[in-house]
Nanobody, 123 residues
Framework: QVQLVESGGGLVQAGGSLRLSCAVS????????MGWFRQAPGKEREFVAA????????HYADSVKGRFTTSRDNTKNTVYLQMNSLEPGDSAIYYC????????????????WGQGTQVTVSS
């Protein structure tokens, strides 16, 4: 089974930055498309960002475009989410996810999920 572990969350003031990491084990990381999602209390889970297995293609939700950047290091089996210019509306639990085929990644369907890491942005 593929295991994903997020880290890097915390408390930050508005305008600050955080970098989340997601370490992947027990799978062929270099073949997985990856995604980032977040969920705030009382709200549905929403898409944040995605990156292809090679790292050559990325996609972002409009709400984070220009502020967040996702990248990956296939030699370390790790995907990153750099979050800049954070806003209180970014507060949520952030999850990384893995898609085990290109088709599923393209359709935003993920097979494995991490446990999440809390991001809190104060005003």
């Amino acid at each position: 089974q593929v295991q994903l572990v997020e880290s890097g969350g915390g408390l930050v003031q508005a305008g600050g930055s955080l970098r989340l990491s997601c370490a992947v084990s027990e799978g062929t990381f270099s073949s997985y498309g990856m995604g980032w999602f977040r969920q705030a209390p009382g709200k549905e889970r929403e898409f944040v960002a995605a990156i292809s297995s090679s790292g050559t293609s990325t996609h972002y939700a409009d709400s984070v475009k220009g502020r967040f950047t996702t990248s990956r290091d296939n030699t370390k089996n790790t995907v990153y989410l750099q979050m800049n210019s954070l806003e209180p509306g970014d507060s949520a639990i952030y999850y990384c996810a893995a898609a085990t085929s290109v088709s599923r990644w393209l359709y935003n369907e993920y097979d494995y999920w991490g446990q999440g890491t809390q991001v809190t942005v104060s005003s």
